[in-house]
Structures are given as C-alpha cells and as structure tokens.
C-alpha cells in the first residue's frame, strides 16, 4: 500500500532532503546552473507557472505582464543581472520605434533607424567582440592593450535580432508598433524563445497576442511530442556524445588517432544538431502549451541535396532573417552596394596575408588562398549574366561572412562562413551550368550522391565551427587527412566507445527515417491517452536525472 511515508522515503531517496538553503538556489543566479528546459528545476518552477496561467487565460494584460516577470526571471537565472540589459534595451528600442512610425519624412526616419541599429549593434558588439577587436588589433599592430572582463549575456544576439527586425518592419511600414511597452515587452521577452531562438518576426508574432487563446488537443499533441523528442534529442544524445567523446578529441586533437578525429567530426554534427534543434523543438512545444506559435527552426537539414538546400532546412529562422535585413538591404541580387564588395574583398586579402606569412613553413595556405580567390571569381567570370551574377555573389558572400561571425568572435567563424558563401556562389553558376540537377528535377541516384556530398562538406566546415580556434581546426583536419585503413584499431577504438557510437548511429537513423514513419509515429502518439503521454513525459525527465553527466550541459547556442 502507497502511503505519504512512503513516498517521502521515496523522494528523499532519489532527490534528497530539500533544505532552505536549496529553495533559495532556485531563485538566486547560479552561473553553473542556469535555468534550462531539460532540467528538473525548470520542470517543477514552469507546471506552477502553467497551474497559475490557466487561472489567467481569460485576462489580457494581467496575463502578458505573468508572462514578462516570469520570463525575465526566467533570463536572470541565465544571465544575473544582465536581465536589466535587456529592459534597457526593449525601452530604447521601443521609444524609436514610436517616434519612426510617427515621423512623416523619410530621410528623419532613415537617422532614427541608423541610430537604432547603432545602438543595438554598439551593445551586442561591445559584449561580444571588443575583446576579439583588441587581440586582432595587437597582433596586426603589435599593440599592448589589455583585454577586458566582459560578461557574455546569454542570447544576446537573439533578442538583439529580434528587436531590430521590430524596427526595420516598421520603419518598412510592413506592421505597426504595439499599442504599448507591455505588448513590445512581451514579444521581445517571451521566453521559450529568448535566449537561443528560434527567432521571431513581428509581423509574425504580434497578431497572436491580440487572438483569443485557444489551445486545441491538435496543439497539446504536437506540444507534448516536440518537447519529448527535443529532451531526448539534448540530454540523452547530444550531452552524451559531448561529454563521453567529442569534447575530449577537440580539445586535444593531436593526442588522438586519425579514426577518432573523423568520428569525433561526425559525432559532432549530430551532437550540434540534437543540440540546437532539440531546443528549439522544445521551445516550439512549451510555446505550443501557452497557445503561441513558434516558426519551425529545423526540416532535417542532413536530407539537403545542395548547400543552397541545407541552408533553407539549417536554423530557418536565422538564415530568413539573414535574407530579409541583411542581403536584401546590401542590394540582394539587385545591386551591388558599398558593404556588399567591402566584407568579401577583406576577407581574401586577410586569406592572402595568411598565406604569405606562412610561406616559409609551406606553400599549401598560399596555395588555398590563391585557389579560393580563383575559384570565387570564376562563380561569376563564368556566368551568362556576368553584372547581376557579381552582385548577387558578393552580397552573399558578405552575408555569410557577418553569419559566421555572429555565431562568434574568432577567425574560425569567419571562415565557417566563408565556406559556406563560398559554396553557395559555387552552386549557383553549377545549376547554371546544370539546369536539370535542380531539387525534385534530378535521379535517385544523383539526388543520394548530392546528399552524401552535401552532408560531408557541412561537415568539414563544422571542424571550424567546433574547433575552440582556427589551429586547432587546422590540427584536426590534418589528423584526419593522415587517416590510414587500420580495420583492427579501428575496432578497438569502437569497441571502447561503443555508447558513444551507438547514440551516434541513433541519431542519425533518428534524422534520416523517412517522413510517412515520422508521421505514423506522431500518430500513435496523438492516439495516446493524455495521462500516459503525461507519463511518458515524466519518464523523459526520470531519463534526463539519472543519465545526468557531469551537471547540465547549456545548450551550444547558448553562447551566441
């Protein structure tokens, strides 16, 4: 018989005695334990949220104003006090936006969007790349400047980006401005999104907080669904597979074998994608659950049979953003613009120093240099519409350049980026060459080939991304290309790892299941009664506690 002792013994058991001491920490900033979605604290602190935002559902502005202090809390438990950060931040960026939608002249309006933008690139630039600055800076100029102790709030980039698409919609007059600061507040603060996305559009956003909530059994199936497979995504297979393998093998490539370098690069990219879309598939859900719907982040990106293709399936809501305020503004394929040849032209010359000062060690960098330079030309040399074609490479190219340099302030980012703009720009004059190897136009068997190709390539660019510098990357990829066939070593090397492998390979076949058993799969579930979808969600949980490696793991886009 079930009795309250029992279940106290129980519970003190597995959790241990709660102390005051322990509430407290709830509450109170821990920078090791920020508040996560896959973690026990959050469970327990967002069911009596939801208990007490069911009372309020009826309301409208008591409801949005629940909703911004518990996600401001919500932001303080990752950042501390850098939650004032963001509140100073949504005022300015509320004020202009009042004073652009109300302003009739364009060009005063144009000066108040400048300074918008200023301001939100001079705070993100400041916390996030003034110590990059100053190391560039030094080593170009031989310089002493110290570098600072800068905070890096968490998500910064994210809101940021958020706010300045707010302001650009209306100075573009595609909205207009909320009818007060809680309903700016509420979009910007919203936390399920927050701190790693996905990132939301006004335009798209906005309009649900004037609906009346209805939340359908349709909205708490999917709701439920996303947020298990995304607890399941992070916790059981990416904090795995980081901890246990591919943190170790970056960290130190070159006292690892060649295999495990390879493996450690596909380890990798299903750890960043059960990472990142694992988060955004739970913030999808628990936005679900408040009756609010997110944009889909992820479509299988591994699946793209082209670079172009990945891109429109890998972080969707980043790569739009990056389309619509950022090569749309420099000219897109329209107009070539100052920024859109500047960006590009300094990166092939920095490419060519680099290859100049290493000349004396080998002649392989000065080679790269000179080939990439070659290679990007011919993207447009060869083109039928050589003007358009030459814009249209360059705006692109530059955008790719600030994306990589907006997941972070390091050479291995920027040239994460330029490896993708320049791929980009490759598979443009290709399908020129090429109309019939179009998406939905080509054989099964060129359409595998141009997976396995595609896959490969995304994921020799992810060493850059990974690698904690641009050498190290390097290292890596030199270690690989030393790669020998050693059926025996191999072998031990899986045999020793063997859990590690195995959540690799359930990852992946998790990516690639074809979508009508994805679909059968949300079917049973939906058939599912309530209460054991419930328990299957606890069950989740009691799997994210005792698979618990090393405390938990912050979600890898957490830093950008």
């Not at 300074?115 to 800076?137: E, P, Q, R």
């Not at 906005?206 to 996303?226: C, G, H, M, S």
């Not at 936005?287 to 399936?313: E, H």
């Not at 390091?410 to 490759?426: K, M, S």
Request: glycine residues 6%; hydrophobic residues 50%.
């Amino acid at each position: 018989m079930i009795t309250s002792n029992s279940i106290n013994d129980w519970f003190v058991h597995n959790f241990g005695t709660i102390t005051i001491e322990q509430v407290k920490s709830w509450f109170i900033y821990n920078p090791d334990e920020k508040l996560l979605f896959n973690t026990g604290l959050f469970l327990g602190l967002f069911l009596v949220f939801y208990f007490v935002y069911a009372f309020l559902r009826k309301t409208f502005y008591l409801r949005l104003t629940y909703v911004i202090l518990f996600s401001l809390f919500f932001y303080y438990k990752s950042s501390g006090i850098y939650f004032l950060l963001l509140l100073l931040s949504s005022v300015v960026d509320y004020g202009l936006s009042q004073i652009i939608y109300r302003e009739k002249k364009d060009n005063v309006k144009k000066i108040y969007l400048v300074i918008s933008v200023i301001l939100n690139l001079g705070l993100l630039g400041y916390f996030k790349y003034m110590n990059f600055m100053i190391v560039t800076y030094n080593d170009m100029f031989k310089g002493n400047f110290e570098l600072h102790n800068i905070f890096l709030p968490v998500g910064i980039s994210f809101y940021t980006f958020q706010s300045m698409s707010y302001i650009i919609e209306i100075y573009r007059e595609e909205i207009k401005p909320t009818k007060n600061y809680i309903e700016y507040l509420f979009f910007v603060s919203f936390f399920p999104q927050l701190v790693a996305g996905p990132i939301v559009r006004a335009k798209d956003f906005l309009p649900q907080i004037y609906q009346k909530l209805n939340l359908t059994k349709e909205d708490v199936n999917n709701a439920l669904f996303l947020i298990i497979g995304g607890l399941i995504k992070k916790t059981v297979i990416s904090n795995y597979i980081s901890v246990n393998f591919v943190d170790r093998v970056f960290d130190t490539p070159m006292t690892y074998t060649a295999f495990e370098n390879l493996m450690a690069s596909y380890g990798y990219a299903i750890q960043i994608y059960c990472d990142f879309s694992g988060y955004s598939d739970m913030a999808i859900g628990i936005a679900l659950l408040l009756g609010f719907k997110l944009p889909v982040n992820f479509r299988t990106p591994y699946k793209s049979t082209s670079i172009t293709d990945f891109w429109r399936r890998w972080h969707i809501s980043l790569s739009t953003w990056l389309k619509d305020f950022l090569y749309i503004s420099i000219g897109g394929n329209r107009q070539g613009s100052f920024a859109g040849f500047l960006f590009p032209s300094l990166f092939f010359f920095g490419l060519l120093l680099w290859g100049m000062s290493n000349i004396n060690t080998s002649i392989i960098p000065v080679i790269i240099a000179i080939s990439s330079i070659l290679l990007f030309c011919l993207t447009f040399l060869l083109s039928k519409k050589k003007n358009q074609t030459t814009v249209t490479n360059f705006n692109l190219f530059t955008t790719m350049l600030l994306g990589g340099l907006w997941h972070g302030a390091g050479a291995q980012f920027i040239v994460w980026g330029a490896l993708h703009g320049l791929a980009l720009a490759v598979h443009k004059i290709f399908l020129e060459f090429f109309p019939s190897k179009k998406e939905g136009k080509s054989s099964g068997l060129w359409t595998f080939f141009s997976i396995v190709i595609t896959f490969h390539f995304v994921v020799f660019c992810w060493i850059f991304f990974r690698a904690r510098d641009f050498d190290t990357a390097l290292q890596v990829i030199n270690n690989i290309g030393q790669l020998t066939f050693e059926p025996e070593q191999w072998k031990v090397i899986l045999s020793g790892y063997k859990n590690v492998f195995l959540l690799m390979l359930f990852g992946y076949v998790w990516h690639f299941l074809p979508e009508v058993i994805t679909n059968k799969m949300k079917f049973v579930f939906d058939k599912t009664p309530l209460l054991l979808k419930a328990v299957i969600l606890g069950f989740v949980y009691w799997i994210v506690y005792a698979t618990a490696v090393a405390g938990s793991q912050p979600f890898i886009y957490f830093q950008f």
